[in-house]
């Protein structure tokens, strides 16, 4: 813009001075008689014609650079608004991109939620929370045990049917209870203030207790069933809340022979019930494998006999063998002296006699 304003400036200067060169020119021409003012005028005239050409020329060249400069200016401009709308180009296609993960993470998220949604109004019910009880305490010992070595829903002597029966090696089940109540400990991690709190505390050592007694009065039957049961805690939180805050709960289940196992105890159960039908089942076959092994040891007896008897025949042959060859030596040096008969000098009218080297016995 500033050199567009002094560019008018040395037009309109030069506009000036050619108008008055030609007013300068037109005053000389209409007198007749010149003087030596008017001579100056007329020089002045000139000069100032000379300053109009200069500054035309000054003026194209000027036209000239300022064009350059703005086809420079322009050209740089329109690169820089290509390379602008490429790099604009490329961020929104990135954001597309994120948004469209953004998109799917939260239609993951709307799924989790409804998942959870399911879940919490499953361990909302109390039947339904018992059947998810059931079903992970039956899952960690279908996965870990023989169908021939559980039932589930067996009926006991007293008519009651008990979650899960396991039968260890002396034929006496192992009582497994899966009806944990839920409803007093999510009572109790949701209460707000601590007079709910102390409240749902009490509830939940109540039916804990109770549901303990229930367990040895029901399920631990002298004679029929194993001196112990084991109550399943379905979460290990729980099962940790359990022994960090109501310790009294803990110390009575082991007064009434009962014991609580979390998922990951009942699964290290299930594995001492394996080792133990593993060393029930050796042990009866015990008397089975020591015949087993009798009879192995007379196999061996037997085999060795037989190697010793194929040694005896071996070096007898070994033996005969070394005979045969001595034999086969006395032959060929025997074959080998008669090859090499000598015959004694004669006269000439009789015949030779031949001579012998040989040797009785050889």
Known sequence: MDEQQTLQAL???????????????????????????EVRIAEL???VQQMGELLAKAQSQLQTQ?????????????????ATSQNTMENLQRLGERLAVIDTAQ???????????SLQSVLSNKQQRGAFGQA??????????????????????????????VFLPDQRPLVIDAKFPLESFTAYRDAQTEDERKAAGQ???????????????????????QELALMFVPSESIYADLYDRFEELVQKAYRSRVVMVSPSLLMLAIQVIQQIQRDARMREAADLIHAEVGNLM?????LGDRVRKLQTHFNQSGEDVRQILISVEKLERRGTRIREVEFAETDDDAPAAPVFKLEAGR
Do not use: W
Not at 207 to 219: F, G, L, M, T
């Open 45 to 47: 005239g000139a000069r």
């Open 107 to 117: 239609r993951n998220i709307t799924a989790l939620a409804s998942q959870v949604t």
């Open 11 to 37: 037009i309109a200067a030069a506009g000036l001075l050619a108008g008055l060169a030609l007013a300068g020119l037109g005053y000389l021409v209409a007198r007749p008689r010149a003087t030596a003012a």
């Open 66 to 82: 300022v064009n350059d400069r703005l086809d420079a200016v322009s050209h740089r401009l329109g690169q820089s608004m290509q």
């Open 136 to 165: 992970r305490m039956e899952a960690i010992v279908q996965d870990g045990l023989p169908s021939s070595s559980y039932a589930f829903q067996h009926t006991l002597a007293n008519g009651r049917r008990p979650d899960c029966c």
């Open 298 to 302: 007379d196999d061996l007896g037997r």
């Open 203 to 225: 509830r939940l050592k109540a039916d804990v207790s109770r549901h303990i007694a229930d367990i040895s009065d029901k399920y631990l039957l002298p004679g029929e069933t």
